[in-house]
């Protein structure tokens, strides 16, 4: 196995409006039960464990149907283009 070299992992972006819906669905079901939304979906992120989510409006279900890897890159993806891309800072200084 060569250390030097970076691996290049390519994930095809066509998931990323069903992700979003997603994740909309289950944030204001997290929302209305009570719960914290962030403080579960990170849960659920971090263990792989479904029980995070509610079975309310079958937000429980609908996390099923998304890889965890898809939620995170579409996170990232979200955070840099706010944070970085759009204010200019994409350039290494």
């Not at 992992?9 to 998931?15: C, G, I, Q, R």
């Not at 403080?39 to 965890?68: C, F, H, W």
């Amino acid at each position: 196995m060569d250390l030097t070299n970076t691996m290049f992992f390519v994930v095809p972006n066509e998931t990323q409006p069903q992700v979003s819906q997603v994740l909309h669905d289950i944030y204001f079901a997290l929302k209305e039960k009570g719960y914290n939304p962030i403080s579960q979906l990170v849960g659920y992120v971090m263990s792989g464990d479904p029980t995070y989510i509610t079975n309310y409006k079958n937000a429980r279900s609908l996390i099923t149907r998304i890889e965890r890897d898809e939620i995170i890159e579409a996170l990232f993806e979200f955070y840099i283009e706010e944070n970085f891309e759009k204010k200019g800072e994409d350039n290494e200084k």
